[in-house]
């Protein structure tokens, strides 16, 4: 890992009206239905959460000012949470080869490259070695998203660095633009992806994905009973794989295609149930094919038995392989269900806040 390098040109001063640093706050995701289905086309139904990456944007003096740089400056993206630190000259983005970064980088090389990549090609930047257009600054991230766990930590951090890229050069693309370069980011370091995790984010709020294009969910009775759950977002264990191995794993199943299928009539229905009772059912059985394709663990099943003991029902959510567990809870048993989750043993739980 190379120095942080010069760093003094960073005017650092919240209170200067010249300088320009800016917080960019992302949420996470947590999948209701249709996870690994839903790369085979089927529909998938998932919301954005309030847990949220937050990067500080620092911009260098001589960008406030408009001028040129005397030296070159590097682009920083400071990864706090992980210790690690990706620093790059702005004209070596668009050589940026994965296979030379380490598995915790790639989807921070992989957003710059292709970040730039796409404004270039729509004229909005210019990699010009006399004017370089493509503009340095350093970006401090922390998360108070649970790492690999389900909960999209990857997409968040994908939207971060193109918005932060955005803010820095004063350009404005559309949700539909934002989601096109996120996608082609989380495909490019998974080999196999849908659109979900990084649509969900992008528009908020609960939405059905099929086929890669996105659908608000216009029936109004789910919508109402979906604004009268609570849900509990279970940290179950550490998981060892990250999603791209889980994908690829799946991929392979040979059960995949009538696993895939059953998953996706049931998330059909899903919209159609006329209370909690009904939900709670359909998440259960989500799970249980999701065990079929191999990527529960026991102690997620552990945690949806209880979920469905003392809630109305309960599934893994995301990749699995360890994670999260999402808990359609009910009320009344609350307290007991608390208990018994802490008796279990797990490494957190979450109120799902929506975050619309
Ligand atoms: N706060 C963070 N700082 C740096 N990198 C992060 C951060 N959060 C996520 N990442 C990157 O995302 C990777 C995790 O992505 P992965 O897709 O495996 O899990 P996830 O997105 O949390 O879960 P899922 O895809 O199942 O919703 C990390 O290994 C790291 O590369
Ligand atoms: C497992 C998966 O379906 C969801 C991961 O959150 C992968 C994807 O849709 O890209
Ligand atoms: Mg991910």
Redesign the pocket.
Known sequence: MNNIGNINNIKYDGNNNDSKITTIETP??V?LFG?HAVVGGYMALSMAVDLK?SGLLECYDYIINNQQPTTPEPIIID????N?KVEINPQDILNINLSNYD??????ASTLKNTVNYLMDKNLMKLNPINNNIKPFKLT???N?????????????IITIIKSILTVHNLILSKEEISKIAYTV?KE??GIASIT?TSTIIYGGALKIKDNKIKPIENNDFNNLLAGCQFLIVHSER?I????E?VNEVAKHPQKRQIFKQIGEIVEKAEFVKNKEELGKLMVENHKLLNKLGVSTEKLNKIVEIGQKLGYGAKL????GG?IAIILINENKKEDLLNELNDLGVLGIYDCIIKY
């Open positions: 996470s995701k999948i996870e990456i990864l706090i949470d992980l690690k598995n915790d980088l790639k989807y921070v991230i922390t998360s998203i649970p790492i690999s766990c389900g909960l999209g930590s990857s997409a968040s951090i989380e370091v998974q995790d998981r794989k990250k999603t791209a889980l959510s995301g990749a699995g994670g």
